[in-house]
């Protein structure tokens, strides 16, 4: 077997193997010979059928299986020959000749990775505390979270719920199909285009108005959107919000069960109850956020030539989401209107951080440690109501902690690069932390 490699670009590579006519004939023979055992043909028996009238019903078939297979084989072969490490699968274009059989095969490998410059990372790493102030605002959040409405005889107003019946008109057309009956509207939620819920403050039950509004430009109806429209809208009902108190029923709804004669003692578990729920989610998000101060600072520190079969193949990743979301809904794949560039970028920085990675962890010897493993099983497991459940069904079968493992291998890089990075804290608020996008 003859190989040789052309450098085409940086990563792509034109491999061409040339294997002697001998062994492709020897091939033949032996494919033919086990043929000659199966197949039957008139005036010969089974089995006894010569080769030279096999080759000749069934050389040109042969030929192209003893094709197939010659690739199949001689190509990883070649590869490891040549030292290459393909990214992805080649396009392959083969040439029968009568001195033998030549293929050519076209395929991008894999950047070498220098882990150069490690040492000179600059991490941002926030910290942040939470608070008595911030269980408070927690506290109101459960509250509003299971308030309830009650009807007022009062003129309406900021927060609350109103009961509409209404119709609009647009360049003389009624839009809303006649009239709207019974709509509930939450004012100051934003639901309905700008301006809308501000003419509902101050009407009272019964009440009637008109007024003018301008649909905004980008409305998803295209006849309305930047068009003029008149409302005409009747208040129904006028509902103000009813917060529960903080009392024992209210405690128990949260699993803080009464303890003594106290309700002091109560609330105090309530609160530190609450308290450890926001310091378990703050210490997740700090974690993630300094995680993506890392991984930033190494994309930024190491740019890499990436294959665009990887590329293209985290593209696919990226857009599954939305095709099974689309599926679901019946919506056609071709009408969702994703385009390549939309997920290139963090196709790109998914790709490149892969192969930094991994390279950290072989070069470092960075093994997993099953005890951090249990350690995150049972961090996880603290958010359901039954912990050890949780943590059976993770070891119940070791499929189960893939994810996890993955998650750990990761956390422990991490924990190598940041003896490696010059790391500066930055004091954060709970609130400001918790409010960006995760």
Known sequence: MQVSVEKTSELSRKMTVVVPEEI?????AEKLKSLAREVKIDGFRKGKVPQNVLKKMYGDRVRGEVASDLIET???????NENL????????????ESQGFKYTAVFEV?????LSGLDHLQVSRPVAQVEDSDVDVMIEKLREQRKQWVEVARPSQLNDKV???FSGVSEEVNFTDGRVEDYAVEIGSKKMIPGFEDHLIG???GAAKTFELIFPEDYGNDKLAGKSAQFTVDMVKVEEPQLPEIDDEFIKLYGIEENGDSEAV???????DVKANMERELEQVLHNKLKDSVMDALYQKIPLTLPGTLIDKEIEN?????QETAKRQKVKIEDLNLPRDMFEAQAKRRVSLGLLLGEIIKQNNITLDANKVHDKVVQLSKSYERPEDVVAWYYNDTKNLVDIQQLVLEDQTLDWLLTQATVTDEQVKFSDIMEQPR
């Open 74 to 80: 001689t190509y990883f072969e070649a590869l490891q």
């Open 85 to 96: 490490n393909p990214a992805g699968f080649p396009s392959i274009d083969s040439v029968d």
């Open 110 to 114: 894999y950047p070498e990775v220098a």
């Open 24 to 28: 492709v004939q020897a091939k033949i």
């Open 266 to 272: 109560s609330f105090d578990a309530f609160r530190q």
């Open 203 to 205: 009407l009272e039950a």
């Open 163 to 165: 009961v509409i019946s």
């Open 318 to 322: 990226l857009m599954k989401p939305y």
